[in-house]
């Protein structure tokens, strides 16, 4: 959550936050407590990224399906923060429970 805190707060839009764009990579840190951290997590592969600089807003509805907001299956908002907010839910959901909240096979589907 930090990397896309960091994204939005330069006004970037990931626009395909899913479990293939989240890396891991070793790595030993010592944190304020004095404890450990073994893991850091990236976010990667920034190829449809959007802008939220108020010049003009990304409207296209790219991205994976099961991660994709209603905002932009409906095409009723550009790039802003709640897309990739919405994409970050959609894995929480799917780590908990073990399944997608959304499950289709195209955009009409997941209208539905």
Known sequence: M????????KKII???IKFQNILLAHHIETLPDNS???IKIKLCDFGIFGTNRGLSTEKSTAGSLKF???ELLTGKTGSTPK???WSV???LHAMMLGYYPFDADDREGLKK
């Open 2 to 9: 930090l990397a896309l805190e960091y994204c939005h707060n």
């Open 14 to 16: 990931h626009r395909d």
């Open 36 to 38: 450990s951290s073994g």
């Open 68 to 70: 994709m907001s209603p």
């Open 83 to 85: 897309i990739d907010v």
């Open 89 to 91: 839910g959609c894995m």
